[in-house]
């Protein structure tokens, strides 16, 4: 989560007053992770022009950072129509990557990596799914702290279990 000074965690009206900048339209999805594995949260929240559609956030008591971004994803996909044209942002690399570039060749060796297992093999194979069934959706990877609102607000809501809400 930004922090203004070490230790701070923002609440999600102190992000909307601070941040500014991004996309003022699409779905932004965080996770997060206190020790890895540890306790750990999601969230997504679905703006258009810089309005709020929807979000969740949920929170896991023992889990790791790549589930928690893979799980808020998952509810992502899950909240928009089958026909819905929009773009979600992640600023996960790796579960951007899993869904645009590796997870077609991993299915098709039979959700085989050629080096090893695939790690949170039920969940990349559940995200895969959603976004296949989602042709009009675009997965995007958006850099984290650089003070987008939207990905600075969802990077809140995964937070919020070390707040003591969410």
């Known amino acids: 989560m930004r922090r203004a000074h070490q230790g701070e965690i923002l609440s999600l009206e102190e ?15 965080d996770g997060s992770c206190e020790g890895n594995p540890g306790p750990g949260g999601w969230g997504f929240v679905w703006v258009e022009d810089d309005h709020i559609v929807s979000e969740q956030s949920g929170v896991d008591a023992n889990t790791t950072n790549n589930r928690m971004e893979l799980t808020a994803l998952i509810a992502a996909y899950r909240a928009l129509p089958d026909d819905c044209a929009i773009t979600v942002y992640s600023d996960s690399q ?23 297992p695939i ?33 600075e607000y ?9 707040r003591g809400s969410g």
């Open 15 to 29: 992000v909307l007053e601070r941040f500014s900048g991004g996309p003022k339209s699409g779905v932004f999805t």
């Open 94 to 116: 790796l579960c951007v990557k899993t869904i645009n570039e590796w997870a077609e060749g991993w299915e098709q060796r039979g959700w085989r990596r050629k080096s090893g």
């Open 119 to 151: 790690a949170n093999l039920e969940i990349v194979k559940e995200l895969y799914d959603l976004a296949n069934r989602h042709s009009r959706v675009t997965l995007q990877w958006i850099k984290a702290h650089d003070g987008s609102r939207w990905n």
């Open 154 to 162: 969802a990077d809140s809501l995964a937070n919020a279990h070390m």
